[in-house]
């Protein structure tokens, strides 16, 4: 059996360090996918409520995927621990109020290099769901399973389950090989989509129809970030970074076939639905 333990020694870790392992899966409406490719990450796990990392030279960190598994995204050194008491008023991240609430540790983790050709593609088991989400790697030995292809960004989940921050968005348009069921699914069906600004809660509602379906759509927000939308465009001019406070989903898939009056139909109401030209980003 293959173990990310071997794996990692061989890639240069010293696993005669004390070294834990962590499988991160928030269930409180928090998509720690989505920290990772917005930068959220790092500063989500170095609160703790309890004192998870004590104790620990280096970390593991991983991320919760289906079937009790896990994707490796990178090795941290613990450099030291402080206390607090709760998490800091005035930092401002998407899970503010969700989680860390009562944090009681502030970890000083620094990412290790080298091991970057094994981040965002090693899986391994996590043997089932009850097992603790941090623990020791040297008694608790995960098997691999598979080492993703470069460029591959999550399991496509599908159509009304995804929502994409626009980092995942762009890598997933732009490496069609590696993303691979992405592209095949998006392009099989048109349907009504929508961009959410985080920032302040407003909505874009849009549809696709024609040979690539929502895929060719897509293409053009990765490419632009803005689609040719006027709103968004005159949001992203004074602010090019609030594209990072986009989250793309689908709001209904429907047929390749359909006209592109039949697909616009639908898309009206989702307008009228959420409010969208009254309230957010839809001119009409």
Known sequence: MITINKVLEFAGLDMTKKIKIARHQDT?????????????????????????FKDCDYLVSCLGIKNNQALFIGVYQVISTISVNGFPDD?????????????????????LPGFEELEHRLVINWQNSAQAWCMKIDTNEKEVIQLLPK????????????SLSYIELKAIMNDPTANLVWHKMLSSVGGVYLILDTEEGLQYVGSASGKE???GRWKEYAKNRHGGNKMLKQLLEKDPDRVHKFRYSILQTLPA????????????????????????????
């Not at 076939?257 to 001119?283: D, Q, V």
Request: a positive charge; zero cysteines.
């Open 213 to 215: 379906g929502i895929l």
């Open 91 to 111: 930092i401002n991240v998407p899970f503010r109020g969700k989680a860390k609430l009562n944090s009681k540790y502030k970890y000083n983790l620094v990412k």
């Open 151 to 162: 460029g591959f960004v999550r399991d496509f989940p599908g159509y009304l389950e995804l």
């Open 257 to 284: 076939s359909l006209t592109r009056n039949e697909i616009i139909a639908e898309e009206r109401k989702y307008k009228e639905k959420l409010g969208s030209r009254s309230y957010g980003l839809n001119l009409n």
């Open 28 to 52: 409180r409406d928090i998509d720690v996918h989505g920290l990772l490719a917005t930068g959220h990450f790092d500063i989500y796990q170095s609160y703790q409520e309890k004192n998870q």
